[in-house]
């Protein structure tokens, strides 16, 4: 009877499913290594785009602010457009306070009232001055005159 030779035993180093496995294993932890960097980086960009967009509207709101008069009382413009009419014409009165908590133009039948930014149609038959009083929360009052002349 013929003796089986035992098999030889396969060294490590020669089973080539080993080798297809480690470098699969290491593509995928080089693809997942590329990915989450970039998801970092995209994270990162998004951030500093944020404070970017917040700090850019925070800048507009103070020029905002400050154009409508910030937190002082005061009367930001009052004016007559055009300041020389033909009688039976109409032109406008407009003005602007800030911190007013009630606005009296004078002598004018229309109510008016505190805005940043306000017009009135008006049509005097003769030259008029017409004065816009405005009065803040504290009773403070600070008042403005514009001549409108009639032709």
Known sequence: MLIDPLPEKK???RNPLLYTSAV???ALLGVVYVMFSRWQ??????????EQ???KQREEDRVALEQLGGKDFTILSFYASPTV???GESAQLCYGVSNAKSVKLEPQPQPVWP?????VDVSPTKSMTYTLTA?????ATKSQTVELKVR
């Open 24 to 26: 699969v294993v290491a």
């Open 11 to 13: 060294s490590l180093l």
């Open 115 to 119: 805005s940043a930014a306000h017009c």
């Open 53 to 55: 967009r917040a700090e």
């Open 85 to 87: 009419i033909r009688r």
């Open 135 to 139: 009065v803040d929360a504290a009773g």
């Open 41 to 50: 980086e995209h994270r990162s960009i998004d951030r500093q785009a944020r």
